[in-house]
């Protein structure tokens, strides 16, 4: 089983629909990272977790510690937000991060 | 505010070379991390350097080796290139590398492996 877990794998949706990207993981973490990452590979630091819910803009993220699960939710999507996100937890064992497969995402107009 | 710069952002290579990645960080950032990105493995931690030290390391074979200078700049080192190094290699800077601090990264350097 891996550390870092997400649904969906990929997920495909029209614009203006409301998104939710699940993420659970099994090690102990002192934080957790939203990561979104376009084609061609750049990746964009979204949102840092250690507990509660956090928002900017259309994007909100919540992290329930003792369930070991956040997620990321996009309101009104747009096809600019068609890209890949990842979950990465930093590990309290390793100390480092651990990444989550992440989320293709396709917004339709 | 420059960002996290990568050179080259591309590289053909073939086996038994050796290979080595640069990465500039932001500014005042400290801590480097370096990342390999397979379709197969994800994202992978390969190590962390601050202060020219290096904090922590992933679980890679010795052929993967890195340094920071001075000035926060990291190289990154793969020797005796195998097929299955063919990757996007990312870096990404943080001001000391704590978990609850940004990570800022680079665009990559493809690395393809003949």
């Known amino acids: ?109 | 505010k420059a960002g996290v710069t990568q050179t080259p952002r591309y590289l053909i290579k073939t086996r038994g070379q050796q290979v080595t990645l640069s990465c500039s960080p932001i500014s005042g950032h400290r801590s480097v991390s370096w990342y390999q990105q397979t379709p197969g493995q994800g994202l992978q931690f390969l190590f962390e350097y601050f202060s020219e030290t290096q904090r922590n390391k992933g679980n890679f074979p010795g052929r993967f080796s890195g340094r920071q200078f001075s000035n926060s700049r990291s190289e990154m080192n793969v020797s005796t290139l195998e097929l299955g190094d063919s990757a996007l290699y990312l870096c990404a800077s943080s001001l000391a590398g704590h978990s609850n601090q940004p990570q800022h990264f680079g665009d990559g350097t493809r690395l393809s492996i003949l």
């Open chain 1, 1 to 109: 089983k891996n550390e870092v877990e997400q649904s969906p794998q990929n997920l495909t949706a029209q614009e203006g629909e409301f998104i939710t990207i699940n993420c659970s993981y099994s090690v102990g973490i002192s934080a957790l990272h939203w990561l979104q990452q376009h084609p061609g590979g750049g990746i964009v630091s979204l949102f840092m977790l250690s507990s509660g819910k956090k928002k900017h803009g259309r994007l909100i993220a919540t992290i329930n510690i003792q369930e070991k699960h956040s997620s990321l939710h996009i309101t009104a999507s747009h096809p600019r937000d068609s890209a890949v996100y990842i979950c990465a937890v930093f590990s309290n064992y390793g100390q480092n991060f651990v990444f989550g497969p992440g989320t293709r995402l396709s917004v339709l107009p």
